[in-house]
């Protein structure tokens, strides 16, 4: 993956850079030692490594402010790091950027039930939201599969999701005021507890901006009581044209269950081999489950169980109680940890219309024999974000490449079939380079004209979203300007 | 009223475009520029509509009422429930969906099922130099690149003529039933509607009437499971009044998405978005000659005395607009609240790159 070469004016400037961050930070917060730094030179896409210049742990937003103006002042770049979950690279630093992570920032600023939004730092984790409003029965809806580590500012970042999105929305849905902190260090105040801000909607594209606009310390979310319960059933079919027909039958019933996940063949073996979860062997596999009232659940049970009936389903297991939901899902939560046991592999993130589902699966399988590499599908057929997984020998030389190559193709392919390149991980470096296959350069300037008006030099997350290429102009007028 | 028919004339009339232009869908909702008329009222159609994917893509200048009916065919619906305007402004024409999505327009249920935004997909649109741009898909999960989607939603043409959008639709609710609690006051009915909002029961509405005395409490589903949760709430909320449940539903929630209760009243009509709590103690601060409540208290319709400045009376964070008036008092007073200065700075430096030769409805939203 090419990163711009690092400025060595600014490489120059390090001592003189960490005395002016020490002068407005206390010691511990301004990590200089290079062993130390490395603990900063990628987040969870370790296939890129690059140490920072420097890494920084503020503990507050006037912290941050202090920080960015700093690095404004110097003409330094910034990388914005939530836990470092990011798997597209998003938060991978270049060597003459301050890394600043918002880990510290993790406290709960206000918890207001009655309006129904908590007000959090956005170094908290995702999970340690929900966690902080459990005892009144409410929860914090986005659920990202990461969420145990990821942070909220990630969260913000990369508008994440998960698979209780098709009911209750990703991050975006979720998220009703920030505290923004430019790149020349001013805060400003977006949106609130209120629902109506007035004006553009500058909450809307910070959201999922991937930390180019600016540093959000502080955030206002949603917060929704919990349902009465929730309960699943599991479908197995012997052919994924079949599965993708009952998930849109159900949906065109008028049911909207809270998840729809899909599993195919080799995901399915994989999964059964490392958890016993006791799924059975056949070519799909639906795990779909409804919430509200014990009435509310059967019925919506009731309708679901007779529309995959009617496709003829190999298995059809609806959850009793507690534990046989739990074993539902069992398989499923360790399909990525199950995969892993067998293999190294490469987790992508597409997403494409429900309706190209079998077609898409049909040619995926296809290019697996082209490229001679196996994948694994999991969805989230609800919403149509698809994580085909595929399998490498990290130690076989060539094989990444093959990867990478195959990995493409499968975004590209999603994008033809009426889709877009990442549902919720985000671009990062990752798929940067394929941004053109979904955009027209027009398109992409429009969002490049966002970007300068946050952040007119350039310096906030550099080289992340938008091909290098597309973006050469503007990085080497702002250099220029330095 | 220049009404081209395709997306590619749209994007030529502005390319060719020196003075300001007061960009329209039906022109319901009485934003009025001085400028050459441009609707988009002639690019019409339905592009794709995937009932078993819950989406719809569709031409801006399509009437709303036309994209119901298609929904309604499938038993689907917009969920945000968009209000029409005309009854409140007498204005006449025919409501687009590109004109709800320009204008950010939601009705009750956003508080639970989200707003305008939340459902709008992707978008295409000619900005200030006449260039076409897309942004988003028609995939309800999409983080690639900016969203500019959202962006554009609310955006009242300002940073570019919305040509076609694209929509997550959802399945109308087998039933709808309501719980009217009488007799309680502003205070009493916020903690009720904040009570009802923070139970498992799935309200998809929270309104209050001081006029009634009347705060009323949706519910949506199966027709069973709606039953089950209006007695839950029948039994929960006898605290706060005398809860019981009402008979019809539909009208009382298009009066209260309408806000019809000041149809036909002189005077101007601001709209007010708080956090519900504080609306307890902002409403006596408006001295306003009626109000009415949404979203569990945190939308609030006042009636004014033509020619009243409310602004200086809120005194929490929040927002308004005057959304009725003469010109003259719009003129003075301006339509939209303005933005504190690195807001209003940003927004600036927004429209003036999207919209580089300042004509795309000047001096609407600051």
Not at chain 1, 453 to 475: C, H, Y
Not at chain 2, 66 to 77: C, D, G, K, M
Request: glycine share 12%; proline share 6%.
């Amino acid at each position: 993956m090419e990163m711009p070469s690092p400025n060595p004016a600014i490489l120059a400037r390090k001592a003189r850079l960490a005395e002016r961050l020490l002068a407005v930070l206390p010691d511990d917060a301004v990590i200089q030692d290079e062993a130390e730094t490395r603990a900063y030179e990628c987040d969870a896409l370790t296939a890129y490594r690059c140490p920072p210049l420097l890494a920084v742990l503020p503990r507050s937003t006037q912290e941050v402010s202090d920080i960015l103006r700093i690095c404004h002042e110097e003409g330094v770049p910034v990388v914005p790091r939530g836990a470092g979950t990011s798997l597209a690279g998003g938060a991978l630093p270049t060597a003459d950027c301050v890394i600043l992570g918002v880990a510290r920032m993790n406290g709960v600023l206000e918890t207001d039930y009655g309006n129904r939004i908590i007000r959090v730092q956005t170094g908290r984790t995702n999970l340690s939201v929900s966690g902080a409003v459990e005892e009144a029965d409410f929860f914090y809806a986005p659920d990202p599969s990461s969420q145990l580590a990821c942070a909220i500012g990630g969260n913000i970042a990369m508008n994440s999701g998960g698979a209780h999105c098709l009911k209750y929305g990703v991050t975006t849905n979720n998220l009703l005021g920030v505290t923004l902190v430019m790149m020349d260090g001013t805060v400003v105040e977006i949106g609130g507890a209120h629902l109506d801000a007035g004006g553009l909607d500058l909450l809307g594209v910070i959201c999922g901006s991937e930390g180019q606009l600016g540093v959000v310390t502080e955030a206002t979310l949603r917060i929704l009581r919990k349902p009465e319960g929730a309960r699943p059933v599991l479908i197995g079919y012997d052919s994924n044209e079949v599965a993708g027909a009952c998930v849109s039958d159900i949906i065109k019933a008028g049911v909207l269950p809270v998840a729809i996940e899909f599993m195919d063949r080799p995901c399915i073996e994989a999964c059964e081999a490392f958890a016993k979860a006791g799924y059975p062997m056949c070519e799909a596999l639906l795990i779909v489950e409804v919430e509200g009232s014990p009435e509310e659940i059967d019925h919506q049970l009731g309708l679901i169980i007779e529309i995959a009936r009617s496709h003829n389903p190999v298995e059809l297991r609806e959850a009793g109680d507690a534990e046989e939901a739990g074993r539902i899902w069992l398989g499923r939560k360790s399909a990525f940890g199950a995969m892993g046991q067998i293999n190294d592999y490469m987790c992508l993130d597409g997403t494409i219309p429900v309706s190209s589902l079998p077609y898409v699966l049909r040619r995926i399988g296809e290019m697996s024999q082209e490229f001679g590499l196996d994948v694994a599908n999991v969805f989230h057929a609800g919403d149509g974000n698809m994580h085909p997984l595929i399998l490498f020998d990290a130690n076989k030389p060539g094989d990444l490449e093959i990867c990478e190559a195959f990995g493409a193709e499968i975004l590209k392919l999603c994008v033809e079939a009426g889709g877009c390149l990442t549902g919720e991980h985000g671009v990062g470096i990752e798929k940067r380079d394929l941004m053109l296959h979904q955009y027209s350069a027009t398109d992409l300037e429009a969002q490049l004209k966002v970007k300068d008006v946050f952040d007119p030099r350039w310096l906030l997350n550099p080289a992340k979203v938008f091909p290098l290429a597309v973006t050469e102009g503007r990085r080497t007028a702002a250099m220029a300007a330095e | 009223m220049l009404t081209p028919q395709s997306e590619a004339e749209l994007a030529e009339i502005i390319a060719g475009a020196s003075g300001p232009l007061c960009i329209q869908g039906g022109g319901t909702r009485g934003l009025a520029i001085d400028g050459e008329g441009l609707s988009t009222r002639g690019l019409t159609g339905v592009e794709l509509y995937e009932p078993g994917a819950l989406t719809l893509v569709v031409r801006a200048g399509t009437p709303v009422a036309e994209v119901e009916a298609l929904l309604a065919a499938e038993n689907q619906r917009l969920a945000f429930e968009p209000m029409d305007h005309r009854g409140l402004l007498g204005t006449g024409g025919e409501p687009t969906i590109g004109g709800v999505i320009a204008a950010g327009v939601s009705g009750p249920r956003r508080i639970q099922a989200g707003s305008a935004r939340d459902h709008l997909l992707g978008v295409r649109f000619a900005d200030g130099a006449g260039q076409i741009v897309k942004n988003g898909g028609r995939v309800m999960k999409n983080v690639t690149g900016y969203d500019l989607v959202k962006l554009m939603c609310g955006a009242h043409g300002t940073l570019g003529v919305l040509s076609e959008v694209s929509l997550k639709v959802l399945p109308v609710a087998e039933a709808s039933a309501t719980v009217a609690i009488e007799g309680a006051d502003l205070g009493a009915a916020v903690a009720a509607m904040s009570a009802a909002l923070g139970s498992p029961y799935d309200v998809t509405g929270a309104a209050y009437d001081p006029e009634k005395q009347t705060a009323f409490i949706r519910v949506e589903g199966f027709a069973d499971s709606a039953a089950y949760r209006c007695r839950r709430l029948v039994s929960e909320l006898a605290g706060f009044g005398s809860p019981r449940i009402e008979d019809e539903s539909a009208a009382l929630w298009r009066g209260i998405r309408d806000a019809a209760a000041f149809q036909g009243r002189a005077g101007d009509i601001w709209r007010i978005s708080v956090k519900p709590s504080d609306a307890v103690a902002l409403a006596p601060r408006l001295q306003a000659e009626a109000l009415q409540f949404d979203w569990g208290g945190g939308l609030i319709w006042a009636l004014l005395p033509a020619g009243t400045d409310l602004r200086p009376r809120i005194n929490v964070p929040g927002h308004a607009a005057l959304v009725r008036a003469g010109a003259g008092t719009r003129a003075r007073l301006g339509v939209f609240q303005p933005q504190p200065g690195p807001l209003a700075a940003l927004s600036a430096g927004l429209r003036r790159q999207f919209d580089p030769k300042g004509i795309l409805n000047p001096g609407l939203m600051g």
